[in-house]
């Protein structure tokens, strides 16, 4: 059995020609930790206080199920900065266009953390941040912006991923491309690629990823994202089974206890999984930058569209105790959104003052939809928006609707719903 190591990392007083394996002989930057081989067990401790300016994380390593690889931070004082500044720069090809032609699916991307086909890992109390400063020539909004991410993780060469752990982050001050939705672009996002060699090592997928306890902060374009998948054409069609999950797919997701403010696009979204668990997340004042000044030179891009907690092509996925209050007009808008999956469940959340709404049910593939149980209050443009869905079960929630406003959204009113058991209350300016 080899021995397990616990590497320490200080700006203040360490060295790269230390060993690393003491608080008195710590390394000095993160640059050394990029170059070991991490094995089951060992820890890679950040001290406290410490800011790794223009520097990044980027590990590839698998621990075990028994000995988890874990980074973390010691001592006393504030969490370890890692301010990337636009480093840590990679290259991203799902090896296939996307479900959109519209979509990129390659090009390069910063990111400060990067978990680079890693397994039984935990990554927790670290401050993330990656903003360039005096990048020449470059404005947010531009169309070939570089996509950047505070944490990504990327599926690709090693089959199914087990148990990867993000908790206790703060990620702030991401400054990616506006446009790209699918690039690991934003906060956190979590990517499957297509395997260099997919009959040796099987199809790239996770089963095990927990993201839980993490502010997100002023990041573009997403808060939080997990799942898209190089094996999208699996899932096609409305009704799904769960077979291709467990075999493309995810599983045994779990988001919750987060916080996401001021995102340029969407809060949270979990895709291409297979009853993935969301709750108690807070979306705060998100599709920031989805309007036409920031999101102005999209070329062939479609999409100035955001919402705030919602699934894409899941399979009975359940979001509960979640909070969206403020999510900016675009055309979506809306606090929660059963978008394209089977068997999607809202239950016991709550939304307030979303400008597009409470919940949407999005167009032919979603299906099999439950919304009961929640609060919605003063949210306006179009309390619910049945945008040509077959069907809604909506039961047992509480609506309270600004005089004025609308129940159904204009426009995105033509599919179908039944409601069953709700109270809905005119609020009257007094």
């Known amino acids: ?129 990656n903003k360039p400063v005096n990048f020449f020539g470059e404005s947010y909004n531009q169309a070939d912006k570089m996509n950047r991410t505070g944490v990504a993780a990327i599926a690709k060469n090693c089959g199914t991923l087990h148990d990867i752990s993000l908790k206790n982050l703060y990620i702030h001050d991401v400054e990616g491309n506006v446009y790209d939705k699918h690039m690991n672009n934003g906060g956190i996002y979590a990517t499957a690629l297509t395997p260099d060699d997919e009959q040796t090592t099987g199809v790239a997928r996770y089963d095990g990823f927990t993201i839980e306890g993490c502010t997100v902060r002023r990041v573009s374009r997403w808060g939080i994202a997990m799942g898209y998948t190089y094996e999208h054409d699996k899932f096609l069609g409305a009704y799904l089974e769960k077979e291709p999950f467990r075999k493309y797919g995810h599983e045994n997701v779990v988001i919750k206890n987060n916080y996401v403010c001021e995102a340029g696009g969407d809060a949270i979204t979990v895709m291409y999984a297979l009853t993935p668990l969301v709750e108690h997340n807070t979306g705060d004042s998100v599709a920031a930058k989805m309007n036409d000044r920031g999101y102005k030179y999209p070329e062939k891009r479609s999409g100035k569209v955001a919402a705030g907690i919602w699934p894409w092509k899941c399979k009975d996925a359940l979001f509960r105790y979640n909070e969206v209050t403020d999510t900016k007009l675009n055309q979506d808008g809306m606090a929660y959104d059963a978008d394209s999956g089977d068997g999607t469940v809202y239950e016991y959340n709550y939304s307030r003052l979303n400008e597009g709404g409470c919940v949407m049910f999005c167009l032919e593939e979603a299906v099999n939809n439950t919304f009961r149980y929640n609060l919605s209050v003063d949210d306006l443009g179009g309390t619910i928006s049945p945008a040509g869905n077959p069907d809604a079960y909506i039961a047992e929630n509480e609506f309270y609707v600004r005089e004025g406003t609308p129940f159904l959204r204009k426009n995105m009113s033509g599919g179908k719903y039944e409601l069953v058991d709700n109270k809905i209350e005119v609020i009257r300016e007094r």
């Open 1 to 129: 059995m080899k021995k397990m190591s616990t590497y320490y990392v200080s700006s203040f007083n360490g060295n790269d020609a230390n060993d690393g394996l003491s608080e008195s002989s710590a390394f000095g930057s993160l640059f050394k930790i990029n170059s070991l081989k991490l094995k089951a067990g060992d820890k890679v401790l950040l001290e406290k206080d410490s800011i790794f300016e223009h520097q990044y994380l980027h590990i590839s390593a698998r621990g075990s199920k028994e000995s988890h690889i874990l980074v973390s931070s010691y001592g006393e004082g504030s969490l370890p900065i890692i301010k990337c500044g636009g480093c840590g720069i990679w290259y991203q090809d799902y090896g296939r266009e996307l479900d959109s032609k519209t979509h990129t699916f390659k090009g390069y991307v910063s990111s400060a953390v990067l978990l680079y086909d890693c397994e039984y890992i935990e990554v927790e109390g670290l401050e993330i941040s």
